[in-house]
C-alpha cells in the first residue's frame, strides 16, 4: 500500500471495492450531460458532489496495476479495450458518488472514532501487529501525504461505505433455508424418448416441388470467391535487439509478475514477441498495398466455398460480407497476419428446382417427421407413456440421462426443476424426451456453518443482481448528474 500511495501521492482515492463493485450496474450512457467546455477541472458532478480528475487518475491507475497483476502482466491494448476500463472507471466514481449523495442527504456522519480505529486495523501502519503512531505519520510522510488529507479521504470512504451497508438487501434465515431446499433437492424421473429419424416417410415429387414452390427463397446457392492469399507469421519475422528494448521502453508497464514490474531481461521474452507480433503486423501493411496495386502476387485459391475450404474464423467472417473484387486490410489470426484480395465473386443465388430437389426432399421429410413426433408426444403425454426409470438427478449435479448425450441431459434437467408439471416434455432438436417425476427428496446435508454461509452468499448475490441495479436508477433519478469529460480522453495521461 505504501508503494501505491507513494505512486500516487498527489492525490489519495481509497478503492471502496466492496461498496462500489456491487453497484456497478447500469452503463452511464445517457446519464446526464456532456459539457465539454468546462473548465472545472471535474470529471463530473452528481448532486453536490464533485469527481475530480484526481479521482479519475487515482483510481484508473489502481484498477490498471489489478487487472495487470490478475493477467500475469499481460495487459495489453486489446485487453484493456475489452474491459472497457475508462468507462468502469468513470462509472465506479459516479455510483460512489451517487452513494455520498444518499448518505450526506440522509444525515449519516463517521465519528473521529470510527476513523481512527479503521486506521489501527491497516497494516502498512501496524508494527508488531498493533497500531504504531510514528510509523503511520512516517509512512503518509514518505507517500508525500498529509495526515489531515489521508483521515479527510479515509472518512469519505467510510461514510459511502456506510450508505452502501443500508441500501445492501439482507438474506433471512427462511431464505436460506429455501434455497438450500431448492439446491439439494433430487428428483427420480423416468424418461420416453422420441427420435425424429423414426417418424420419417417417404414423400412424392409432386410433394417435394410443392414444397419448393412455398420455400424458393430458402433454397440459394453457396457463394464462392477467386482469392489470393498472402500469410505474414510473427514467428518468421527477426526484430533487433533494439526493437525489443524500444517495445520494452514503450510498455514495460504491461510486463508484470507476482504484482511487481518485471525487468527487461525477465520480461525480454514475451517483449520480444509482442515486438514480431507489430513487425509482423507492419509488414502485412506493406503486403497489402503491394497486393491490391497487383506488385505482387498470393497464394491463388480459386472457387473458394467457405463450407466446404478451410478457413480461419477471422477470414471467413471477412469473406461473408464481401460483395464484390476488394482487397481486404491484414487479418489478424493468432500471431499471424491474413492479406487477402478478392478477385472474384459468385454470388449466391436461389436454386432451381434441379438443382433444389434433393435438399428440399430431405428438409420436407424432416419437417414433416417432426410435426409427427411432436402429435405423438403431445399425445402420449395426455393419455400416459411407459416411462424408464433412469434414476435421480439433482439441480446442480452433473447429470447423465440414458440415451442423451451431457449436454441433452443438462437440458432435461434444467428443464425438470424449472417446470411445475409433473411429467412434461422436452424438444431437444430431431428429440422429443418425456420424462414424469416417480420421487422427490432432499439430499442428506450435515448442516454446517460453511454450507449455510454458501448458500447465504448465493441468495445475496441473486437478490444483489435484482435490487443494484433498481437502487442505482432511484438515486439517478434523484440526483441531477453532469459529465464534463469523456472518459477515452484520461487513457494517455493515466498511463503515463
Same mark, same amino acid.
Given at each position: 500500500m505504501i508503494s501505491w500511495m507513494q505512486k500516487h501521492r498527489k492525490y489519495l482515492v481509497i478503492t471502496i471495492w466492496i461498496s462500489t463493485?456491487?453497484?456497478?450496474?447500469?452503463?452511464?450512457?445517457?446519464?446526464?450531460?456532456?459539457?465539454?467546455?468546462?473548465?472545472?477541472?471535474?470529471?463530473?458532478?452528481?448532486?453536490?458532489?464533485?469527481?475530480?480528475?484526481?479521482?479519475?487518475?487515482?483510481?484508473?491507475? &489502481?484498477?490498471?496495476?489489478?487487472?495487470?497483476?490478475?493477467?500475469?502482466?499481460?495487459?495489453d491494448e486489446a485487453t484493456l479495450k475489452q474491459l472497457n476500463l475508462e468507462n468502469t472507471v468513470l462509472q465506479t466514481l459516479i455510483n460512489q458518488a451517487l452513494l455520498q449523495n444518499f448518505a450526506e442527504e440522509n444525515e449519516m456522519r463517521v465519528s473521529d472514532e470510527e476513523v481512527a480505529s479503521k486506521i489501527a486495523s491497516m497494516e502498512p501502519f501496524q508494527k508488531n501487529g498493533k497500531f504504531d503512531k510514528e510509523q503511520y505519520v512516517m509512512a503518509l510522510k514518505n507517500a508525500g501525504l498529509a495526515v489531515a488529507d489521508f483521515e479527510r479521504g479515509l472518512k469519505k470512504e467510510l461514510l459511502i461505505e456506510k450508505a452502501a451497508s443500508v441500501l445492501a438487501p439482507r438474506v433471512s434465515k427462511n431464505e436460506t433455508a429455501a434455497l438450500s431446499g431448492s439446491i439439494l433437492s433430487s428428483d427420480r424421473i423416468g424418461v420416453k424418448i422420441l427420435n425424429g429419424e423414426s417418424f420419417i416417410k417417404e414423400v412424392s415429387e409432386a410433394e417435394v416441388k410443392a414444397f419448393w414452390e412455398k420455400n424458393k427463397k430458402n433454397f440459394k446457392t453457396e457463394p464462392s470467391f477467386d482469392l489470393e492469399v498472402i500469410d505474414v507469421a510473427s514467428i518468421a519475422i527477426a526484430v533487433s535487439d533494439e526493437d525489443i528494448k524500444k517495445e520494452y521502453a514503450e510498455n514495460g508497464s504491461l510486463y508484470h509478475k507476482d504484482g511487481k514490474k518485471m525487468s527487461?531481461?525477465?520480461?525480454?521474452?514475451?517483449?520480444?514477441?509482442?515486438?514480431?507480433?507489430?513487425?509482423?503486423?507492419?509488414?502485412?501493411?506493406?503486403?497489402?498495398?503491394?497486393?491490391?496495386?497487383?506488385?505482387?502476387?498470393?497464394?491463388?485459391?480459386?472457387?473458394?466455398?467457405?463450407?466446404?475450404?478451410?478457413?480461419?474464423?477471422?477470414?471467413?467472417?471477412?469473406?461473408?460480407?464481401?460483395?464484390?473484387?476488394?482487397?481486404?486490410?491484414?487479418?489478424?489470426?493468432?500471431?499471424?497476419?491474413?492479406?487477402?484480395?478478392?478477385?472474384?465473386?459468385?454470388?449466391?443465388?436461389?436454386?432451381?428446382?434441379?438443382?433444389?430437389?434433393?435438399?428440399?426432399?430431405?428438409?420436407?421429410?424432416?419437417?414433416?417427421?417432426?410435426?409427427?413426433?411432436?402429435?405423438?408426444?403431445?399425445?402420449? %403425454?395426455?393419455?400416459?407413456?411407459?416411462?424408464?426409470?433412469?434414476?435421480?438427478?439433482?439441480?446442480?449435479?452433473? &447429470?447423465?440421462i440414458s440415451g442423451l448425450n451431457e449436454m441433452e441431459s443438462m437440458e432435461v434437467a434444467g428443464n425438470v426443476f424449472r417446470s411445475k408439471n409433473i411429467q412434461d416434455s422436452v424438444t431437444?432438436?430431431?428429440?422429443?424426451?418425456?420424462?414424469?417425476?416417480?420421487?422427490?427428496?432432499?439430499?442428506?446435508?450435515?448442516?454446517?456453518?460453511?454450507?449455510?454461509?454458501?448458500?447465504?452468499?448465493?441468495?445475496?448475490?441473486?437478490?444483489?443482481?435484482?435490487? &443494484?441495479? &433498481?437502487?442505482?436508477?432511484?438515486?439517478?433519478?434523484?440526483?441531477?448528474?453532469? %459529465?464534463?469529460?469523456?472518459?477515452?480522453?484520461?487513457?494517455?495521461?493515466?498511463?503515463?
Open positions: 463493485i456491487a453497484f456497478v450496474g447500469a452503463g452511464f450512457v445517457g446519464w446526464g450531460s456532456f459539457d465539454y467546455g468546462s473548465m472545472s477541472g471535474d470529471v463530473a458532478k452528481v448532486g453536490k458532489v464533485k469527481v475530480s480528475k484526481e479521482d479519475y487518475s487515482a483510481l484508473y491507475g &489502481n484498477m490498471y496495476n489489478y487487472y495487470s497483476k490478475v493477467t500475469g502482466g499481460k495487459l527487461f531481461e525477465e520480461a525480454k521474452e514475451f517483449v520480444a514477441k509482442n515486438a514480431k507480433i507489430k513487425a509482423a503486423k507492419k509488414e502485412a501493411l506493406k503486403k497489402y498495398v503491394d497486393l491490391k496495386d497487383a506488385k505482387v502476387k498470393g497464394r491463388a485459391m480459386n472457387d473458394v466455398k467457405l463450407s466446404a475450404t478451410p478457413m480461419p474464423s477471422q477470414v471467413a467472417s471477412e469473406l461473408v460480407k464481401t460483395a464484390k473484387p476488394t482487397t481486404l486490410k491484414p487479418i489478424q489470426v493468432g500471431e499471424s497476419f491474413f492479406v487477402v484480395k478478392v478477385s472474384k465473386v459468385v454470388p449466391s443465388k436461389e436454386m432451381d428446382f434441379a438443382e433444389a430437389s434433393k435438399v428440399a426432399k430431405i428438409a420436407l421429410q424432416r419437417e414433416n417427421a417432426s410435426a409427427l413426433m411432436k402429435a405423438e408426444g403431445e399425445k402420449l %403425454l395426455k393419455s400416459g407413456f411407459e416411462a424408464k426409470d433412469v434414476g435421480f438427478i439433482s439441480k446442480n449435479g452433473k &447429470n447423465v431437444l432438436g430431431s428429440k422429443i424426451v418425456l420424462y414424469k417425476v416417480l420421487e422427490q427428496k432432499i439430499s442428506d446435508t450435515n448442516g454446517t456453518i460453511n454450507d449455510e454461509m454458501v448458500y447465504n452468499k448465493a441468495l445475496l448475490n441473486i437478490k444483489a443482481a435484482l435490487v &443494484n441495479q &433498481n437502487v442505482l436508477e432511484y438515486l439517478k433519478s434523484k440526483y441531477e448528474m453532469k %459529465l464534463y469529460i469523456k472518459p477515452d480522453s484520461f487513457t494517455k495521461s493515466t498511463k503515463e
